[in-house]
């Protein structure tokens, strides 16, 4: 049979799709299991249940262990059991797939689910999942719709959409018949070949629509219109005699020769439908005339006890012809009968509405929305409720209808039309605050406020958390006000507005203590230690976060502990700890897993990578980024963090092309959500790109922002490591006033919170200018004095760029060997890390010194690796220390600049992790480098 999964026929009306298809299945000789039975046409994933219940006339256990969310069923199949207490759609969605997958196990089948366009939206959001799944079974799926039928925004454009996007569209478009086709299929209708007038006339009115060819030429015969020479039939010419015009004109001119009850059991099953219970038609039409329209051949027993007119265009037809009072007072009394038996509310619904009876049809649409909501078939339940509350009379029985609303926002924001759920909370809002309701109206805002951060509108999402929490203060809850209090200084913290969200966590925590809350005093004390930690008062953030997670520990609080390891941290992360970070988000994510924490664990992987981005593990970042990216829990910050991170370790590995893509988007998305640290680290990214790529405008651009971004925050971290470059960069291009702003917000930072890696950013930026301006001495100084700060800190990227810069200073104050010693050192972590542009930076550099880096890289490795990790300088200068040479008689002694010997004295302190001259001898003896 070739591949399974989904295949799609369309065509305009009447020109035989579902012909085409079933016709093409029975060849084939395969199962057909139909999607259209009456019963379920108007229940949630009615064609996926008639399909199901054809399966299961044929095998009645088939489905009952088709995997481990086989209960899942039972939502929308209730003879397999009792319904599942939990559950959602995609779990819903993974059991249906899994059932097809069992049907395909008992040997090739095919399921046909006819007239998609008039299909629920729930079965048409399970087709894609279907359409995946089913691609490797012996199972297709064929869905026919009408191409004409399909106005903007219809819910099968939207399901084409996304089989296109993902490369799943099989469509075949089934076309009117041509004039050839034509004439052959009027004659096989009317038994003789026909003649070419008549042949002309037929595809003439017909434009080729194989339904109108069979009902014109019936009506042409029915009528006395044909005349059968012996040999071919021909149309009778007489003017006399007028010629249908439409299939309507062809339906209706072959309706007029049944008799008056015929006509009238035709009306009631037009009225009810395409597919008609044969009972309800008995009983307002009766047995005479039932059993004549089934004879005639306008309607068939699709299955014992249910009827169905042979096409749809022939239930219009009829439909259109009955009279509107008739009408009205016919869907009346179908609405009547179809309620007292317990019909699916949404049909009943709709034929109190056609019945002109708005009142009747109303509380059916509510409970319609219930039924779609109960097995997920949200946008179904928000269409159901939506049509409800358009139908409330001004001023009647308004708490049922603020209830209404109320669902109606919950369905729509479930089905991801956050408009209309916007919509129906805001009014529900109005009406509590007219009402003077605050519980009320604090709940419906805290709905708003949650919608609101989805669409990333966080000027309403603040103003609809501030009026929650007052609110609900005022109606004497204070542990609600301080969960609003907690949500909206997270997302200011995220945006950088750091005071702003101290002084709201700082009332959440008296809210929280007020209402004997541990778990949001927990909460709050974990998020005032980052913010505090951000604001450069490390130690203070590091005392809270502490006591957050203790008391979230001690009281067994779950979620809380989570949250507040996380929060730890990135308060010593900022506090430059990075080990403890590392350790602390490897224990928060172990303990998210252990308890089943979901997103939150993805969060603290997200976390972890940015610190392990710092310390040079970008194999163990690639990794870990591409879990969180593949995981579907991960929150929208996290995803974006894992893939600005990953961006970030493409770009300083040179790799260009695999890192614009993650950079953008990781960009797009801290724009969108206002994620201040990855607006920063992505666009820094970016910048670095475009200098690799030699775009250097669009580089200069892009730090500009950097600037703006940068004083925009109060955040005395974040903003560090893309200063430090943008002043390197902006250095490199001349650009003398914005590396002086760069350098003077690096200040401020600096001095207001003292973090070593902003002191250390600091003097780099300051060597910058002074290597612009030309001093060269003094360049080498700043730079010399960053190294310095950076020894004390796991930032090896950052220090070999700052080592590069050292020894470029260094060249140009003349001292030569200084400078070689420093870019070696570059060369080699930059190699050890993969960062190729660095690594050839410094090589570049090298070789305009006049050195072969490779020989000096291999020789000084050998020689390190012998001598403890000294260079053969470094060696010579610390025996010279471990007699008691001053720095200025080393300098006489080796005929260097007492610049340079302080430069080596630092290195060997720090390669040997010692403090002092003294503990460096000590530690030269142990390692036998003294003699």
Not at 404 to 433: F, P, Q
Not at 720 to 730: H, I, Q, S, Y
Request: a negative charge; one cysteine or more; hydrophobic letters at 45%.
């Amino acid at each position: 049979m070739g591949r399974g999964g989904l295949l799609l026929v369309a065509g305009e009306a009447g020109v035989g799709k579902t012909r085409l298809a079933t016709t093409s299945l029975v060849d084939s000789g395969m199962r057909i299991l139909d999607g259209a039975a009456v019963e379920e046409a108007t229940a949630p994933y009615g064609p996926v249940v008639a399909a199901f219940r054809a399966y299961l006339r044929a095998v009645p256990d088939g489905l009952r262990d088709c995997g481990p969310l086989s209960d899942q069923l039972a939502l929308i199949l209730p003879e397999l059991g009792p319904k599942p207490e939990d559950g959602d759609r995609p779990a819903l969605f993974e059991a249906i797939c899994c059932a097809f997958q069992a049907i395909a196990r008992d040997g090739p089948a095919a399921v046909l689910l006819d007239d998609l366009q008039w299909a629920d939206d729930a079965t048409l959001e399970l087709l894609p999942a279907l359409a995946a799944m089913l691609e490797q079974e012996p199972l297709l799926v064929i869905g026919t719709y009408r191409s004409d039928e399909m106005p903007r925004g219809h819910p099968v454009r939207r399901l084409r959409t996304e089989l296109r996007r993902s490369r799943r569209l099989r469509e075949v478009v089934v076309e009117p018949l041509d004039a050839e086709d034509a004439a052959a299929l009027t004659a096989h209708v009317v038994g003789r070949p026909v003649g070419a007038d008549l042949a002309a006339m037929i595809h003439d009115r017909t434009q080729g629509v194989p339904f109108f060819i069979e009902e014109l030429a019936d009506a042409l015969g029915a009528s006395g219109l044909l005349r059968d020479d012996g040999e071919m039939v021909e149309l009778v010419r007489s003017a006399d005699l007028p010629l249908p015009e439409s299939v309507r004109d062809a339906v209706l001119l072959r309706a007029e020769r049944l008799s008056g009850s015929a006509r009238q059991a035709l009306e009631v099953a037009a009225v009810v439908g395409a597919r008609f219970d044969l009972s309800l038609v008995l009983q307002l039409a009766g047995e005479q005339g039932l059993a004549e329209a089934i004879q005639s051949g306008f309607v068939v027993e699709h299955e014992p006890g249910r009827g169905a007119f042979r096409h749809a265009l022939t239930r219009e037809a009829l439909y259109g012809a009955v009279t509107w009072t008739r009408r009205r007072s016919l869907h009346a009394e179908v609405a009547a009968w179809l309620e007292a038996g317990g019909a699916p509310p949404v049909e009943v619904a709709e034929h109190w509405l056609a019945g002109q009876q708005p009142a009747r049809a109303r509380p059916a649409l509510l409970a319609a929305g219930e039924l779609f909501a109960a097995v997920h078939a949200h946008r179904d339940a928000a269409q159901a409720v939506r049509r409800a509350v358009e139908l409330w009379p001004d001023g009647e029985d308004r708490s049922a209808r603020l209830v209404a609303l109320d669902r109606l926002g919950e369905y729509a924001e479930l089905s991801g039309d956050l408009v209309e759920a916007a919509r129906a909370w805001r009014e529900g809002a109005d009406a509590y605050r007219r009402d003077g309701n605050l519980l009320e109206l604090a709940r419906t805002q805290r709905k708003l406020a949650a919608l609101f951060e989805l669409e990333c509108a966080w000027e309403a999402a603040f103003e609809a958390r501030g009026i929650a929490a007052e609110c609900f203060q005022a109606s004497d809850n204070p542990a609600e006000a301080a969960a609003e209090r907690i949500a909206a200084a997270g997302n200011l913290q995220s945006m950088g507005s750091l005071s702003a969200a101290l002084e709201l966590v700082l009332t959440a925590a008296e809210d929280a203590e007020r209402a004997e809350r541990l778990d949001l005093k927990a909460r709050a004390l974990g998020l005032e230690g980052l913010i505090r930690a951000r604001l450069g008062d490390v130690e203070v953030g590091l005392e809270a976060a502490r006591a957050g997670l203790s008391l979230a520990l001690a009281e067994n609080l779950i979620a809380p502990a989570a949250e507040t390891y996380e929060k730890l941290g990135m308060v010593l992360d900022l506090g430059a700890d990075h080990r403890g970070a590392i350790d602390a988000f490897t224990t928060a994510f172990d303990f998210c897993q252990a308890h089943g924490v979901s997103g939150r664990a993805e969060v603290c992987l997200g976390c972890l990578a940015y610190v392990l981005r710092k310390t040079g593990e970008w194999d163990r970042v690639v990794e870990i980024c591409r879990e969180v990216i593949a995981a579907d829990e991960a929150p929208r910050n996290a995803r974006c963090a894992a893939i600005g991170q990953l961006g970030l370790v493409h770009a300083m590995r040179g790799d260009t092309r695999r890192a614009r893509a993650p950079l953008t988007e990781a960009f797009a998305l801290a724009q969108q959500t206002g994620f201040m640290i990855m607006k920063l680290e992505s666009l820094c990214g970016l910048a670095r790109l475009d200098e690799q790529q030699a775009a250097y405008e669009s580089a200069e651009r892009r730090c500009r922002q950097l600037l703006e971004f940068a004083r925009e925050t109060e955040d005395g971290q974040y903003p560090v490591p893309a200063l430090r470059w943008a002043t390197t960069f902006f250095a490199r291009r001349r650009a003398e006033s914005d590396a002086a702003a760069c350098t003077e917000i690096l200040g401020a930072i600096a001095g207001r919170t003292g973090n070593p890696e902003a002191l250390a950013a600091t003097a780099h930026a300051l060597g910058e200018v002074a290597l612009l301006n030309g001093d060269a001495e003094q360049a080498a100084r700043h730079f010399l004095r960053s190294l310095d700060l950076l020894r004390e800190l796991e930032l090896p990227f950052e220090r070999a760029e700052t080592q590069l810069r050292a020894g470029v200073a260094l060249a140009a104050a003349g001292e030569r060997e200084a400078a070689i010693e420093r870019l070696t050192d570059a060369y080699r972590t930059a190699r050890k890390l993969g960062a190729r542009p660095l690594a050839s930076h410094a090589r570049a550099e090298l070789t305009q010194l006049g050195e072969q880096v490779d020989q000096r890289h291999s020789r000084q490795s050998a020689d390190e690796r012998e001598h403890g990790g000294l260079s053969r300088r470094e060696l010579e200068v610390v025996r010279l220390v471990a007699v008691g040479r001053t720095n200025k008689e080393i300098a006489g002694d080796l005929f260097l600049s007492p610049r340079t010997i302080d430069m080596h004295v630092r290195n060997i302190l720090a390669k040997l992790g010692c403090r002092s001259r003294t503990d460096a001898t000590r530690r030269a003896g142990e390692l036998g480098l003294l003699v």
